[in-house]
């Protein structure tokens, strides 16, 4: 089944998170699945509340003039489109995996089976003890000159437009003017996803403990004007 109401609440969070991750009801161009939908709404979304909706209703109202030439089947309703489910009227959690969280360290190898007490009695003389503060002292100086290199990763990510109009090079140099502590970016490129369309690709190098891909996902994410979306197509420890 397909939207069952674009009016309610319900309809349209189902909408909001039909469009998340794509700039039309249908494809890649405006089409009559988004001249259905879009009749089938009294007025805009609410930017607050539905921002993914909102963004594409202003958008599809810009061709409102070119509605009849629009490609497609006019005589399908909005019902026909969207999701197969009406689970999808929940607000899901967001899926992106923490690839940024860092993996668990081990501790130092047999510094931690080292045996600081020397003696399992419970008596303990004055030289026992003499010896334990000792052991401890050095084990101490020992464990405070080791510095540990950090954990980086490098990682490729996905940044998509919203479609073949986007200035892409704004696009990129948005990206690039995100700076923060332990993130380095790399290497770029453009390449094809259809209909003209291109992604940007982009190499970065992140320290693992500084810097959270989920944050700075969202960050590029807030670009609104450029960004559809962002993945993370590799990830590799250094």
């Known amino acids: 089944m397909g939207f069952t109401d674009l009016l309610s609440d319900a309809g349209l969070t189902m909408l909001n998170n039909w469009l998340k991750t794509r700039s039309y009801i249908t494809g890649y161009t405006p089409s009559q699945a988004d001249v259905a939908s879009f009749k089938a709404i009294k007025e ?10 909102h963004r594409w209703y202003k958008h599809v109202n810009s061709y409102e003039s070119e509605f009849s030439s629009l490609p497609g089947d006019p005589s399908k309703s909005y019902e026909s489109y969207g999701p197969e489910s009406n689970e999808l009227t929940l607000n899901p959690a967001k899926a992106p ?14 510094d931690d089976n080292v045996d600081l007490f020397g003696s399992d009695s419970e008596e303990e003389d004055a030289e026992a003890v003499k010896i334990r503060e000792q052991r401890l002292a050095e084990y101490k100086k020992k464990k405070e000159g080791k510095t540990k290199p950090a954990a980086k990763s ?10 073949d109009e986007t200035d892409m090079k ?7 003017a995100i700076e923060q502590d332990g993130l380095v970016w790399g290497a770029s490129k453009l390449v094809p996803v259809g209909f003209g369309i291109k992604k940007l690709q982009i190499n970065l190098v992140v320290e ?9 996902q969202q960050r590029i994410e807030e670009d609104e004007d450029h960004v559809q979306s962002t993945d993370i197509a590799a990830m590799q420890k250094l």
């Open 44 to 53: 805009a979304p609410d930017a607050q509340k539905y921002p993914y909706a």
């Open 208 to 216: 693992d403990d500084k810097v959270s891909l989920d944050e700075l």
């Open 154 to 163: 490098i990682v490729t990510m996905d940044v998509k437009p919203w479609d």
């Open 170 to 176: 704004e696009l990129e140099d948005n990206v690039r």
């Open 97 to 110: 995996a923490d690839a940024a969280a860092a993996e668990k360290k081990k501790d130092d190898d047999d």
